[in-house]
């Protein structure tokens, strides 16, 4: 929306403007002063109504984005029909730089304008950000004295917070944080805020220090007593309870021993809760149950499906078409070898269950087609895999004849390959196959060499 303003920042800097935050104390402001207009990336004397436009001021309550804490917006107007809505706030050159669009009326420079950040916003971005500190606290006492913040946002409609953790923080330690958190809040604790604080001093106490933040000689601390001291220039909350509810909303890794938490508070938090009340609700309605019940219902309908799913399998299995199913006997092994038709590796995979089932101390290899590729399912019983029977070596030589691969564990495997064709040719060299596995034969490469 607004163009690069590098050039006009470099003179701004040459002239030595400077702004003045008020925004720890107050929202709002009158008689400050424009000191200079940048519009299409150039310094100019006015802006009408229509024109994007950075605006600097003398004195401003706006603060500007920071240590992971958004920008403010809000407003800036005169008595002669001036109207200027501020989008964001941001810091350069020693200066605040306002992104506005001029409504109405004409901004100059050197006119005296009257500010007002938007404190609903601001309020929610408070709430969140002496939240953010208590998120800390809290993982470093359920976590470890190892957790360090890695990177933050601090919006008006939700925090995120990066750590250093070096695995998923589990729902228990969720909780855990969460219950922390909330006392806080309840416990009504003073936030303190102290400014020109010596950075020798602060670091002696222990204040913790934003990441990639780069410090001066003198810092501003946030100390919330008993809880949590640091280094921030942000705006914070009075008083923990004016948090109202904190929530975390998700937890995921971001990269190499980094988590993140995600988290919402004060009415964010509400609407969270009751977002997840209407689901509840809806589910529990769904199941007809009510909704202290919903979790005993679930799982009967789990179970039940579960139970359907076999079912289905067995039909499937029972349904397949057996063009051919012959049982041999190999090294004294028995052997039964199917060629199924119209069947998906999961019928085959049933069927090939219901044959072991079936003749016991068995294995069982169901080879077929679908959908244009050849597949291939084995079962062993477990003393023939004792005997040296291995289903996923086996299955890696047949499907080779049929242009796939394969493979899997040594009582169950399944294979793919992509010649349709070569079913029977694949089934035929299992006998083989098996006898070079128990020792009695060689194997299908040594054949196929000779």
């Known amino acids: ?15 030595g403007l400077e702004t003045v935050f008020t925004g720890y104390d ?8 424009v000191l200079a207009l940048i519009q299409g990336g150039e310094l100019v004397d006015f802006a009408r109504a229509g024109a994007e436009v950075q605006i600097v001021l003398d004195q401003t309550p706006f603060y500007a984005e920071s240590g992971g804490q958004v920008g403010d917006t809000g407003r ?44 609903e916003r601001r309020a929610s971005i408070v709430r969140n950000h002496t939240a953010t500190h208590l998120l800390q606290a809290a993982l470093r006492d359920v976590l470890g004295a190892h957790v360090h913040q890695k990177g933050s946002l601090v919006a008006p409609d939700r925090l995120r917070f990066d750590f250093t953790h070096n695995r998923p923080v589990t729902p228990e330690e969720i909780s855990s944080v969460e219950d922390m958190v909330n006392t806080h809040v309840l416990a009504d604790n003073p936030v303190v805020a102290t400014s020109g604080v010596a950075l020798e001093d602060a670091r002696r106490r222990g204040a913790m220090a934003l990441f990639g933040e780069k410090y001066g000689a003198d810092v501003r601390t946030v100390e919330i007593p008993g809880v949590s001291l640091e280094l921030c220039g942000g705006t914070h909350l009075r008083r923990t309870s004016q948090v109202g509810l904190f929530k975390i909303v998700s937890e995921t890794g971001v990269a190499a021993g980094v988590r993140r938490v995600e988290a919402v508070t004060g009415a964010g938090a509400w609407a969270y809760l009751k977002e997840l009340e209407g ?23 789990v179970a039940y499906r579960s139970e359907l799913e076999k079912q289905v399998q067995q039909l499937r299995a029972g349904a397949v078409r057996t063009d051919d199913l012959r049982l041999e006997d190999v090294a004294g092994a028995k052997v039964a070898i199917v060629r199924a038709s119209d069947a998906d590796a999961q019928a085959m995979a049933a069927l090939a269950d219901r044959l072991g089932d079936e003749h016991r101390s068995v294995l069982v290899v169901v080879g077929g087609a679908a959908n244009g590729r050849s597949l291939f399912v084995a079962k062993a019983s477990r003393d023939l895999v004792s005997r040296g029977v291995h289903a996923g070596n086996l299955l890696r030589e047949v499907s080779r004849i049929a ?47 000779r």
Do not use: N
């Not at 929306?1 to 002239?15: V, W, Y």
């Open 279 to 301: 689901r509840l609700r809806r589910v529990a309605a769904a199941l007809g149950v009510p909704e202290r019940q919903v979790v005993e219902a679930a799982s009967k309908v």
């Open 1 to 15: 929306m607004f163009r690069s303003i590098g050039a006009a920042l470099s003179e701004l800097q040459r002239s």
């Open 76 to 119: 800036v107007w005169d008595e002669r029909g001036l109207d200027v809505k501020v989008c964001g706030t941001r810091k350069a050159a020693g200066v605040w730089l306002h992104d506005c669009v001029v409504r109405s009326g004409e901004v100059t420079v050197g006119a005296c304008v009257e500010l007002a950040v938007d404190a």
């Open 403 to 449: 242009g796939g691969a394969g493979g899997g564990r040594p009582d169950f495997a399944q294979a793919g390959g992509k010649d349709p064709e070569k079913v029977a040719d694949a089934l035929d060299a299992v006998p083989a196959l098996v006898a070079a596995q128990l020792g009695g034969g060689e194997p299908m490469a040594e054949r196929k060499a």
């Open 26 to 33: 107050v929202l709002e402001t009158e008689g400050a002063r």
